[in-house]
């Protein structure tokens, strides 16, 4: 070992030697050793480093060191974790320096529900992302920041539509009908999940350069503060603000970003169409090649187009007459490639934190408001663009178009519109106005007071509104072939308006009990929010005949009483302990109040003292945890336990001798509706080594949700709907989560750090019934296209994952093709039925990692991130269109995807196996490129140049479009696009 030391000595020294320079004037070689000031323990790795060059060295293992500088030169000791020490060299050439530890960096806090905590402190799974960590490039949507960055979490968009909504799961769904989605806080401030009318996605209203961290809680220790809203996780989110007695600085940000469509579907083109039609007209009387036309028109080539965005920022922060504040405007415009298709958004916010009495009474405001525009483009067009015969025109000048505006449209032998025909693709875009106007407030207020007689004391009382307001038109021309019948909608205008209030008043003490080496940190609160929506809608037809006029409106409230007790004893064993009871009004008075506990036990390994011999550990600390949260966001109106009937439209009326009356219909309701409620069991160990330049987590949990809310088939013959929602079902999620960070070069002008995550999970339905039924096949679920309707691919069945395929295993030829009709019969009773189907794979994968790289030399920086997902399968129905039934069809020709060259199916085979797809994928969600000029215009701004490329590639052997879905049933996606992001950041 002694051997050992000595050779890696030398070479450390070797390699401070080879890093040196030798200065033009006067210079000395100096030497010396860099110890600890508190422990005088060697220091291993410290940067030595002359001020204003690039001559430098490192220590070696005894914290040693030699460089040759010149007399007078400035020369500073850096080191993680520890303020950097400068001096000046003068006669003497042996120079020890002791390193004071920086408690600034040592005491990162991170937020958790209701307050912060020391990073070190924390009990719970926290996990949080600072904006320099930000995924970059393009992004109009938030979550896009984070994505593969945290383990365990996922987060899918929905398509490549500009603002498009995001599906986030964070360790799965620990539900079955009701909301699987975490709980979202802004700045205190919960929002409403539901969405808002005209609007895709709840965060597009924040602005994502506004936004300082991402902090996810996790595990039930960490949630259940949060109580019946946090069964899904909690996704906190802090805004910029100002920093007391800062100068004023001045940020702006320009993008510039150009989106192309990265592929599309293989369909037979005007060519092979042609040869089709005409091979099997031979055979088959019902093929009509007749009705083909002279042109080759690639459909998707017509939709899509090359889009163009671009993004402005503007921030201003520091202080004002003592009063730290940060304001911010921001303006986006974006094109979607599926033409007509943007998104225009403009937002401002301001953040104001003074203190009063000496720091014993601190206020904070923060307003945000935004205003989009969208303009959303008609996504069947995708559909039938695959669909539309190839041979025909995009528009035909014979004049019997005229009344379609041109455009090609399929026509009956004698002349009147084919009904059944494909619509034609672009005139769905180019016809069709679906425009929405959102505006958007979230306003907070907090003023905390340090008591004075009591300054262990605090007392917080916060008040916030999340307000919205939406109109939205759809307006179709009336020369669209598809408003030729009179109740087709032809006009529509919609409007919401939502209004979400919050007060909370919380007591929070803290004492350092000195006597007995310990500290409590207790907190208690209350807490009131109310939920209202108001809605309506009025539709009409080309004859300006109403056939839709609704109005709407819902209110919930939530009532809350909870409670944190933080104890720390010696530094090292750390206790924490919730409890929080809800209110909703969306339970029978009977059931509406629910109790949420949680414990939570830390021991920090690294501070006993049987441990401190270690050196090249830092930190090591082990976490157990367990906690209830319940769930009430029921994805069923706000009323399901009381008795409802729902009104039906102006086309489904009942006829009463010369009159017609509008039907009303029950719906179903369960009075004894209950809680759902999720128990997790959390075990993780965080650690660090060589300074925390490496460090990361490793965590086991389990989570089982009771009394599921369950949307369940009603008996035949009751007068209520189809479907009812209940508690009934139990549901089991299993994983484990890896973090590993790493700082590989860490050098004055050159950094490079690595990161990699990787999740597992599964989950599996262990109830679905009250009574035990051994041939309780499960509900089905998953609705898919196919010949007629009420098609469902996927179950929700005792013992498999939720939403498994649920299908006929495929038999197939010698040559791997699979045989039209042929199944399995697995149960051997010598016919295939409903008993041969099998349970098959389901959408969520068992594995998904994210790894991610950031590299910096001199002004220079580069980096990469992108995720792995493994296990997740998609069922294409895209290609289930692949059928040679589908080609004519009541006097029009369909086409069809490539697919139908190999399976060459006559008839809809929907049921298949074949169809079920191994959807793994290796994504790069994004690579950047920046170069910054330091110190420019009187040494006052730093300017920033750079380069992105987003959706850079993905390697599958998905056969489809886009293997990343998030329902696991792929139908028609609107495409994720490559972008190039080309931006500039000024900072004044």
Same mark, same amino acid.
């Given at each position: 070992?002694?051997?050992i030391?000595?050779?890696?000595?030398v070479?450390?020294?070797a390699?401070g030697?080879?890093?040196?320079?030798?200065?033009? &004037?006067?210079?000395?070689?100096?030497?010396?050793?860099?110890?600890?000031?508190?422990?005088?323990?060697?220091?291993?790795?410290?940067?030595?480093?002359?001020?204003?060059t690039?001559?430098?060295?490192?220590t070696?293992?005894?914290?040693?060191?030699v460089l040759?500088v010149e007399k007078?030169?400035?020369?500073q000791y850096?080191?993680?974790?520890?303020k950097?020490?400068?001096?000046v060299?003068?006669?003497?050439?042996?120079?020890?320096?002791?390193?004071?530890?920086d408690?600034?960096?040592?005491?990162e806090?991170?937020?958790?529900?209701?307050?912060?905590?020391?990073?070190?402190?924390?009990?719970?799974?926290?996990?949080?992302?600072?904006?320099?960590?930000f995924?970059?490039?393009?992004?109009?949507?938030p979550?896009?920041?984070?994505?593969?960055?945290?383990?365990?979490?996922?987060?899918?968009?929905?398509?490549?539509?500009?603002?498009?909504?995001?599906?986030?799961?964070?360790?799965?769904?620990?539900?079955?009908?009701?909301?699987?989605?975490?709980?979202?806080i802004?700045?205190?401030m919960p929002?409403?999940?539901?969405t808002?009318s005209g609007?895709?996605?709840?965060?597009?209203?924040?602005?994502?350069?506004?936004i300082?961290?991402?902090t996810?809680?996790?595990?039930?220790?960490a949630?259940?503060?949060y109580?019946?809203?946090?069964?899904?996780g909690?996704?906190?989110i802090?805004?910029?603000k100002?920093?007391?007695?800062?100068?004023?600085?001045l940020n702006?940000?320009?993008?510039?970003s150009?989106?192309?469509?990265?592929?599309?579907?293989?369909?037979l083109?005007?060519?092979?169409?042609?040869?089709?039609?005409n091979?099997?007209?031979?055979d088959? &009387?019902?093929?009509?090649?007749d009705?083909?036309?002279s042109a080759?028109?690639?459909?998707?080539?017509?939709?899509?187009?090359?889009?163009?965005?671009?993004?402005y920022?503007?921030?201003?922060?520091?202080?004002?007459?003592?009063?730290?504040?940060?304001?911010?405007?921001g303006?986006?415009?974006?094109?979607?490639?599926?033409?007509?298709?943007?998104?225009e958004?403009y937002?401002?916010s301001?953040?104001?934190?003074p203190d009063?009495?000496?720091n014993?009474l601190?206020?904070?405001?923060?307003?945000?408001?935004?205003?989009?525009?969208?303009r959303f483009?008609?996504?069947?067009?995708?559909?039938?663009?695959?669909?539309?015969d190839?041979?025909q025109?995009? *528009?035909?000048?014979?004049?019997?178009?005229?009344?379609?505006?041109g455009?090609?449209?399929w026509?009956?032998?004698d002349?009147?519109?084919?009904?059944?025909g494909?619509?034609?693709p672009v005139?769905?875009l180019?016809?069709?106005?679906?425009?929405?106007d959102?505006?958007?407030?979230?306003a907070?207020f907090q003023?905390?007071?340090?008591?004075?007689?009591l300054?262990?004391?605090?007392?917080?009382?916060?008040?916030?509104?999340d307000?919205?307001?939406?109109?939205?038109?759809?307006?179709?021309d009336?020369?669209?072939?598809?408003t030729?019948?009179?109740s087709?909608?032809?006009?529509?205008v919609?409007t919401?308006?939502?209004?979400?209030?919050?007060?909370?008043?919380?007591?929070?003490?803290?004492?350092e009990?000195?006597?007995i080496?310990?500290?409590?940190?207790?907190m208690a609160?209350?807490e009131?929010q109310?939920?209202?929506?108001?809605?309506?809608?009025v539709?009409w037809?080309?004859?300006?005949?109403?056939i839709?006029?609704?109005?709407?409106?819902t209110?919930?409230y939530?009532?809350?009483?909870?409670?944190r007790?933080?104890?720390?004893?010696?530094d090292?064993y750390?206790?924490?302990?919730?409890?929080?009871q809800?209110?909703?009004?969306r339970?029978?008075?009977d059931?509406?109040?629910?109790?949420?506990?949680?414990?939570?036990?830390?021991?920090?390994?690294s501070?006993?003292g049987?441990?401190?011999?270690i *050196?090249?550990?830092?930190?090591?600390?082990?976490?157990?945890?367990y906690?209830?949260?319940?769930q009430?966001?029921?994805?069923?109106?706000?009323?399901?336990?009381?008795?409802?009937y729902?009104?039906?439209?102006?086309?489904?009326?009942?006829?009463?001798?010369?009159?017609?009356?509008?039907?009303?219909?029950?719906?179903?309701?369960?009075?004894s509706?209950?809680?759902e409620?999720?128990?997790?069991?959390?075990?993780?160990?965080?650690?660090?080594?060589?300074?925390?330049r490496?460090?990361?987590?490793?965590e086991?949990?389990?989570?089982?949700?009771?009394?599921?809310?369950n949307?369940i088939?009603?008996?035949a013959?009751t007068?209520?709907?189809?479907?009812l929602l209940?508690?009934?079902g139990d549901?089991?999620?299993?994983?484990?989560?890896?973090?590993?960070?790493?700082?590989?070069?860490? *050098?004055?002008?050159m950094n490079?750090?690595?990161?990699?995550?990787?999740?597992?999970?599964?989950?599996?339905?262990?109830r679905?019934?009250n009574?035990?039924?051994?041939?309780y096949?499960?509900?089905?679920?998953?609705?898919?296209s196919?010949v007629?309707?009420g098609?469902y691919?996927?179950?929700?069945?005792?013992?498999?994952?939720?939403?498994t395929?649920?299908?006929?295993?495929?038999?197939y030829?010698t040559?791997?093709?699979?045989?039209?009709?042929?199944y399995?019969?697995?149960?051997?009773?010598?016919?295939?039925t409903?008993d041969?189907?099998?349970?098959?794979?389901?959408?969520?994968?068992?594995?998904?990692m994210g790894?991610?790289?950031?590299?910096n030399?001199?002004?220079?920086?580069?980096?990469?991130?992108?995720?792995?997902?493994?296990?997740n399968?998609?069922y294409?129905?895209?290609?289930v269109?692949a059928?040679?039934?589908?080609?004519?069809?009541?006097?029009?020709?369909?086409?069809?995807?490539?697919?139908?060259?190999f399976?060459q199916?006559?008839?809809?085979?929907?049921?298949?196996?074949?169809?079920?797809?191994d959807?793994?994928?290796?994504?790069m969600?994004n690579?950047?490129?920046?170069?910054?000029?330091k *110190?420019?215009?009187?040494d006052?701004v730093?300017?920033r140049?750079?380069?992105?490329?987003?959706?850079?590639f993905?390697?599958t052997?998905?056969?489809?479009?886009?293997p990343?879905?998030?329902s696991?049933?792929?139908?028609?996606v609107?495409?994720?696009?490559?972008?190039f992001?080309?931006g500039?950041?000024?900072?004044?």
């Amino acid at each position: 070992m002694k051997i050992i030391r000595k050779n890696l000595n030398v070479l450390l020294m070797a390699l401070g030697l080879l890093l040196s320079n030798v200065a033009w &004037s006067q210079v000395v070689s100096i030497s010396g050793k860099v110890t600890d000031s508190a422990t005088g323990e060697p220091l291993p790795g410290v940067t030595v480093l002359v001020q204003g060059t690039t001559i430098g060295t490192i220590t070696n293992f005894d914290g040693e060191y030699v460089l040759s500088v010149e007399k007078g030169s400035t020369v500073q000791y850096t080191y993680i974790g520890y303020k950097m020490t400068e001096l000046v060299v003068g006669e003497e050439t042996t120079i020890n320096v002791s390193l004071a530890v920086d408690t600034e960096q040592l005491e990162e806090v991170v937020i958790i529900g209701y307050g912060q905590v020391k990073k070190d402190d924390a009990t719970g799974s926290v996990v949080a992302i600072k904006s320099d960590d930000f995924n970059q490039g393009s992004s109009s949507s938030p979550q896009d920041l984070i994505v593969g960055k945290i383990a365990g979490v996922n987060i899918t968009s929905e398509g490549g539509a500009p603002g498009s909504s995001t599906q986030i799961r964070i360790r799965g769904g620990s539900s079955m009908s009701a909301s699987n989605d975490p709980l979202i806080i802004v700045d205190g401030m919960p929002l409403d999940n539901r969405t808002i009318s005209g609007m895709s996605n709840i965060l597009n209203s924040i602005n994502p350069a506004d936004i300082e961290t991402f902090t996810v809680l996790k595990d039930a220790s960490a949630t259940a503060i949060y109580g019946s809203r946090a069964s899904n996780g909690v996704i906190l989110i802090t805004t910029k603000k100002g920093t007391k007695g800062q100068d004023l600085r001045l940020n702006f940000d320009s993008k510039f970003s150009v989106s192309e469509v990265k592929e599309t579907i293989s369909v037979l083109n005007a060519d092979e169409f042609r040869d089709l039609v005409n091979a099997r007209a031979v055979d088959h &009387s019902s093929v009509n090649p007749d009705l083909m036309g002279s042109a080759n028109t690639d459909w998707q080539d017509q939709i899509f187009q090359t889009a163009i965005g671009q993004d402005y920022n503007l921030g201003l922060s520091g202080s004002a007459a003592t009063i730290p504040f940060r304001a911010s405007v921001g303006y986006t415009n974006q094109d979607g490639i599926l033409k007509t298709s943007n998104l225009e958004r403009y937002t401002g916010s301001l953040n104001v934190t003074p203190d009063f009495l000496e720091n014993h009474l601190k206020l904070s405001l923060g307003v945000k408001a935004m205003k989009i525009n969208n303009r959303f483009a008609d996504k069947g067009a995708i559909g039938n663009a695959l669909r539309f015969d190839p041979t025909q025109p995009v *528009k035909d000048d014979d004049p019997k178009y005229d009344r379609y505006g041109g455009y090609y449209t399929w026509l009956m032998s004698d002349g009147t519109r084919n009904v059944n025909g494909t619509r034609n693709p672009v005139a769905q875009l180019m016809q069709r106005a679906d425009e929405s106007d959102v505006s958007r407030v979230i306003a907070d207020f907090q003023a905390n007071y340090k008591v004075h007689f009591l300054p262990e004391l605090n007392v917080t009382v916060k008040g916030g509104i999340d307000y919205s307001n939406s109109d939205g038109t759809i307006v179709t021309d009336t020369l669209a072939a598809w408003t030729q019948a009179s109740s087709v909608g032809v006009n529509r205008v919609y409007t919401q308006e939502k209004n979400n209030k919050l007060f909370n008043f919380i007591l929070n003490y803290q004492k350092e009990l000195d006597g007995i080496d310990s500290r409590i940190d207790a907190m208690a609160g209350y807490e009131w929010q109310h939920f209202h929506i108001t809605s309506s809608a009025v539709e009409w037809d080309r004859d300006d005949n109403k056939i839709e006029d609704s109005k709407d409106a819902t209110e919930n409230y939530l009532v809350s009483f909870f409670g944190r007790l933080n104890y720390t004893f010696k530094d090292r064993y750390l206790l924490t302990a919730t409890v929080r009871q809800d209110g909703s009004s969306r339970f029978h008075k009977d059931n509406r109040w629910g109790t949420f506990p949680s414990f939570a036990f830390a021991w920090r390994m690294s501070e006993e003292g049987f441990m401190q011999n270690i *050196k090249q550990l830092t930190n090591l600390k082990l976490r157990l945890g367990y906690g209830v949260t319940g769930q009430q966001e029921l994805n069923s109106g706000d009323y399901p336990y009381l008795g409802t009937y729902r009104l039906s439209d102006n086309r489904t009326q009942y006829q009463f001798g010369d009159q017609y009356y509008t039907l009303i219909r029950p719906n179903g309701y369960d009075e004894s509706l209950e809680w759902e409620e999720t128990t997790t069991y959390n075990a993780g160990l965080d650690f660090g080594f060589f300074d925390n330049r490496l460090n990361g987590s490793i965590e086991v949990y389990k989570r089982k949700t009771e009394k599921l809310l369950n949307t369940i088939p009603v008996p035949a013959g009751t007068n209520f709907t189809d479907r009812l929602l209940t508690n009934v079902g139990d549901l089991e999620n299993n994983g484990l989560e890896f973090s590993l960070s790493g700082i590989v070069i860490s *050098k004055q002008d050159m950094n490079w750090e690595l990161g990699f995550n990787l999740a597992y999970n599964k989950n599996e339905v262990t109830r679905l019934t009250n009574y035990d039924d051994p041939d309780y096949r499960g509900v089905e679920v998953g609705g898919i296209s196919g010949v007629g309707v009420g098609n469902y691919i996927q179950i929700n069945a005792v013992g498999h994952s939720l939403n498994t395929f649920y299908v006929y295993q495929q038999v197939y030829d010698t040559d791997g093709k699979p045989i039209e009709g042929l199944y399995v019969d697995r149960n051997n009773d010598g016919q295939i039925t409903l008993d041969d189907k099998y349970y098959y794979k389901d959408p969520a994968p068992t594995v998904s990692m994210g790894f991610s790289s950031k590299f910096n030399y001199k002004n220079w920086d580069f980096g990469f991130s992108g995720r792995i997902s493994l296990g997740n399968y998609v069922y294409n129905n895209v290609i289930v269109g692949a059928r040679y039934q589908e080609l004519t069809v009541n006097e029009y020709l369909t086409n069809m995807p490539s697919e139908i060259k190999f399976s060459q199916f006559e008839t809809a085979q929907q049921y298949s196996d074949y169809f079920v797809k191994d959807a793994s994928f290796l994504r790069m969600d994004n690579i950047s490129l920046g170069y910054t000029f330091k *110190k420019i215009i009187h040494d006052k701004v730093n300017l920033r140049l750079y380069s992105t490329v987003q959706n850079v590639f993905v390697i599958t052997d998905y056969d489809g479009l886009d293997p990343e879905i998030p329902s696991g049933i792929d139908n028609d996606v609107y495409p994720r696009p490559r972008i190039f992001t080309f931006g500039l950041s000024a900072n004044f």
